[in-house]
Every structure is written in structure tokens, then in C-alpha cells.
């Protein structure tokens, strides 16, 4: 498997602040981490799929220049929420690629974002 | 036609029985699957992958698969209010093997 943190858990702002929240794999280094959104009584919908040391590969539809995302390093990925408003209040979930089989996925703890 | 298919549910069953939940995909070039388990307000939880026709179980849990009906299952036997939650199918996308395609879940309540 994989045991991944994310920081902080909850976060409440004002509409119009950044957001960023931090994704990282503890016990390997991962190369490939995905960012996935979920809104409530919904299924997850992946945002974008981080790369370390390249550009991340966003889904149709969701805005590149809203949702930053870097991976700098191979345990560490971090996504911002630029200018965030109230829909995009959501749970937002990293995961990691597992260390046995490459398409198994495993997710962080998530992080609740509410903006007033 | 939505990639992953589910009841949305709940499924209410009693303690002890067995839970039974079904999954549909699109894609016939799939090639992985997954069931994960999700509580509330919690992210979600690997708890079986296959990826060769038939049955494969883990402890209490059977995953079964039927690429030709592009047909997934999950049994949960004697199961216990602990297990009550919802459950997530996923499948390895089309373009992209790596990507994961989620249902909308199955919740399940088991009844004490």
C-alpha cells in the first residue's frame, strides 16, 4: 500500500483568498500523484494528475490557472485554490499510485473547504 | 451512459447476511478494478482490486468479475454494522490506463 498525509484537514476562507493544501507520500517515494474533488452525496471527479518535476496534466474542464498544482519533490505535492469562492467549497482528495501494482491508488485523508 | 455504473442504494441488510453490490462499466477495454470503501466524511479505502475473470476473496470480502458482461461485484459475507458505508467501484480509464474512472457509490447499511 501506501500511507499518504495531507495538511491541513479543514480549512474555511474568505472568497477571494488562496487555498493551498499540501499532499504527501510518508513511506515512498512517489512519482505520480492525483488530485480528486468530491462534492457531497457525489462520486470523486479527478482534477489533475501531478507529475514530479513536470507540469500537471489537468482534466477537461477543470482551470489550470485556478487549481495550481506543484510537485516538487517525490514525497510532496501541493494544490492551490487561487481566488476561491463559495463553489468551490468541497472535499479535495490526493492520492498516490500504491508501491506493489502501479494502478492502485492510495488516498490521503482529504481536506474540507469551505468558503464563505 | 455513465463509464461506471451503481445502485446508489442503501442497501439494507441485516447483521450477518451477506451484502451483494454491483457494479457495470463501459469501457470494454478495461483492464483493472477496485472497490473502495468510504465512510462518512472520510476519503476512501482500498479494499479489493481485480483483474482476471472470475472470483478472487479476501477474508469476508469476494470480489467477482465478468469482463464479458463488463460486470463487477463485490459479496460482503456475515456482514457487521461496521461495514456499513458507501461503496465505490473504479475502473482504469480508457485513455489512460493509470487513471481511475469512480462510480457513484452503493451505500450499505447494515442493521445491528
Known amino acids: 500500500g501506501a500511507v499518504v498525509s495531507q495538511h491541513p484537514s479543514w480549512v474555511i476562507c474568505k472568497s477571494g483568498t488562496s487555498v493551498k493544501i499540501e499532499c504527501r507520500s510518508l513511506d515512498f517515494q512517489a512519482t505520480t500523484m492525483f488530485w480528486y474533488r468530491q462534492f457531497p452525496k457525489q462520486s470523486l471527479m479527478l482534477m489533475a494528475t501531478s507529475n514530479e518535476g513536470s507540469k500537471a496534466t489537468y482534466e477537461q474542464g477543470v482551470e489550470k490557472d485556478k487549481f495550481l498544482i506543484n510537485h516538487a519533490s517525490l514525497t510532496l505535492s501541493t494544490l492551490t485554490v487561487t481566488s476561491a469562492h463559495p463553489e468551490d467549497s468541497s472535499f479535495y482528495i490526493c492520492?498516490?499510485?500504491?508501491?506493489?501494482?502501479?494502478?492502485?491508488?492510495?488516498f490521503g485523508p482529504g481536506t474540507r473547504l469551505t468558503v464563505l | 451512459q455513465k463509464e461506471v455504473e451503481q445502485n446508489s442504494g442503501p442497501l439494507s441488510v441485516p447483521e450477518g447476511a451477506i451484502a451483494s453490490l454491483n457494479c457495470t462499466y463501459s469501457d470494454r477495454g478495461s483492464q483493472s478494478f477496485f472497490w473502495y470503501r468510504q465512510y462518512s466524511g472520510k476519503s476512501p479505502e482500498l479494499i479489493m482490486s481485480?483483474?482476471?475473470?472470475g472470483d478472487k476473496e479476501d477474508g469476508r470480502f469476494t470480489a467477482q468479475l465478468n469482463k464479458a458482461s463488463q460486470y463487477v461485484s463485490l459479496l460482503i459475507r456475515d456482514s457487521q454494522p461496521s461495514d456499513s458505508a458507501t461503496y465505490l467501484c473504479?475502473?482504469?480509464?480508457?485513455?489512460?490506463?493509470?487513471?481511475?474512472?469512480f462510480g457513484s457509490g452503493t451505500r450499505l447499511l447494515v442493521r445491528p
Open positions: 473504479a475502473v482504469n480509464g480508457r485513455d489512460s490506463s493509470y487513471k481511475l474512472i
Open positions: 481485480i483483474y482476471s475473470n
Open positions: 492520492s498516490v499510485e500504491g508501491q506493489g501494482r502501479w494502478d492502485e491508488q492510495f
